[in-house]
């Protein structure tokens, strides 16, 4: 199946929220605000969403479904990359346009959508505007239940013909990544990403591009998170699609791939966080053991949540007065 083309490594850019970006005829990739979804399936056929973007993400995502597979169209599943917010904040909208339909995650995302377990919370001492403003982000827990499926459960569905769904934790304690060896072709949800995630202006304008770690503030385990990356690196890609950012294809890719698993623990490993040393502990009930906040960092959550607190009851009183 042939890919688009990206000999650059900077491909022509999707900068409108809700625009799509063929990567293959079955493959489509929707931005969204703060992360990326995608659309698996040609037109005319059965199809399948992955990943579901921040909250508010529905009506762009039930539009653009709508523009691709027609009025009514609905996926025949949905499947997550992991269960952070900004990946799942879409579903309840969905669920109400696509009542019933399937979701499925790893096994190991389960306890955090099933009500059972918040995720990590996360770092907002790694560095970055994005991760001082992370004790913002909810960690859950979230409940999907019934839809919520563990992949294994997954039917074989012709839309996912050719994929394979490889274990890429570390990020998430369930993360996992899509590849299609006939084209190289790999969503790496957030295992590693194109932009810097952990600044505000990497987050929203995409930029720079380059092949980055995980986004920091919400990876708990980094030791995990080389071994994915090392993985993922190791395939070769001829085309990558992430969680955050812009795709990238062709030798760029893979050289920047190569570096990133090669140096990650000085390139990508943060010189100091929460996880940096100790990870967070989970099994399948959930998180079992966290590594205490730094003094350092219980003073940022407290001023950010005390600065929230404040600026919410300002604007309530405008609205009261
Ligand atoms: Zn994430
Ligand atoms: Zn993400």
Known sequence: MALAQFSTGLPHRVS???????????????RLPLANAFFLGEPGHAWILVDAGAPGSAPLIGRAAQARYGVGARPEAIVLTHGHLDHIGGLWGLLKQWPGTPIYAHSLELPYLTGQSAYPPPDPTVGGSMSALSPLFVPGPFNFRPQIRPLSELPELAALKGWTFLDTPGH?????????????????????????????TGALTLRPQLIHRPPAYYTPDWDQARASVQRLAALEPALAATGHGDP???????????????????????VQGRYVVHPALTDTSGVVHLPPLSPRGQVLRAGLLITAGLLMLRQLRRWAA
């Not at 409108?16 to 929707?30: I, K, Q, S, T, Y």
């Not at 899509?178 to 932009?195: K, M, P, Q």
């Not at 990238?248 to 140096?263: C, F, S, V, Y």
């Open 16 to 30: 409108a929220f809700g625009g799509r970006h063929m990567l293959a005829p079955d493959v489509e990739r929707l």
């Open 172 to 200: 998430a304690p369930g993360h996992v990544s899509l590849w299609r060896e006939t084209d190289r072709l790999l969503i790496a949800g957030d295992a590693f990403v194109t932009t810097v995630q952990e600044r505000v």
């Open 248 to 270: 990238q294809g062709g030798q760029h890719l893979r050289d920047e791939l190569r570096r990133l698993a090669r140096n990650f623990d000085e390139v990508a490993r943060p």
